[in-house]
Nanobody, 124 residues
């Protein structure tokens, strides 16, 4: 049984940084494409960042230049480094594992496994 777990969220002032981590049991990240999503209260889930199995990355326009996604296959861990945080980045952040090839990475239905989320709150 696969279990995906996020960590690293918290409360930070605008302009600050956080690094989110995602690990899993029962699933090897090596060879898998993965993503980060977020959902703010009253809004839908949106794709924040994506990394292919061979390291190609993509980002939501509003986080480009501020967020960096990376994956350490040896540690079986996915990261999201978030710098210059803004109050509008406040949301629950989710790790999405094992992207199914053939769709748009921003489509949440294209991932086989999800974590429970980690809350990020940015105060102004």
């Amino acid at each position: 049984q696969v279990q995906v777990v996020e960590s690293g969220g918290g409360l930070v002032q605008a302009g600050g940084s956080l690094r989110l981590s995602c690990t899993a049991s029962g699933l090897t990240f090596d060879g898998k494409s993965m993503g980060w999503f977020r959902q703010a209260p009253g809004k839908g889930r949106e794709g924040v960042s994506f990394i292919t199995w061979n390291g190609v990355t993509d980002y939501l326009d509003s986080v480009k230049g501020r967020f960096t996604i990376s994956k350490d296959n040896a540690k079986n861990t996915l990261y999201l480094q978030m710098n210059s945080l803004k109050p509008e980045d406040t949301a629950m952040y989710y790790c999405a594992a094992d992207f199914m090839i053939g769709g748009n990475w921003r489509n949440s239905s294209r991932y086989r496994y999800w974590g429970q989320g980690t809350q990020v709150t940015v105060s102004s």
